[in-house]
Nanobody, 122 residues
């Protein structure tokens, strides 16, 4: 049974840090691109970060570049999002995304997590 479970969210003050984790019990984890999207209340869902199969290649939205870092552990089947220098505009529900096997991008992903709340106060 497929499970995609996010953890590590919460509430922090501006300038603080959080580390999100996504444990994905899916087949061929190491051959899937993984990533994160977020959706703020009243706004559209947006791309945050993506990592390649081995974690050697990463991509970030301009809004988080230099502050966020995505990584993965293919032994633990877990992807992480380290979020530093958090801003109030980072407040959103963050979703873990599981891409298709052998794909490079997260287009039409196979699975989504339920989402986890991140709140940054000023």
């Amino acid at each position: 049974q497929v499970q995609v479970v996010e953890s590590g969210g919460g509430s922090v003050q501006a300038g603080g840090s959080l580390r999100l984790a996504c444990a994905a019990s899916v087949h061929s984890f190491s051959n899937r691109p993984m990533g994160w999207f977020r959706q703020a209340q009243g706004k559209e869902r947006e791309f945050v970060a993506r990592t390649s199969w081995s974690g050697g290649a990463t991509q970030y939205a301009d809004s988080v570049k230099g502050r966020f870092s995505i990584s993965r552990d293919n032994v633990k089947n877990t992807v992480y999002l380290q979020m530093n220098s958090l801003k109030p505009e980072d407040t959103a529900t963050y979703y873990c995304v599981v891409g298709k096997t052998s794909h490079v991008t997260l287009h039409d992903p196979d699975y989504w997590g339920q989402g986890i709340q991140v709140t940054v106060s000023s």
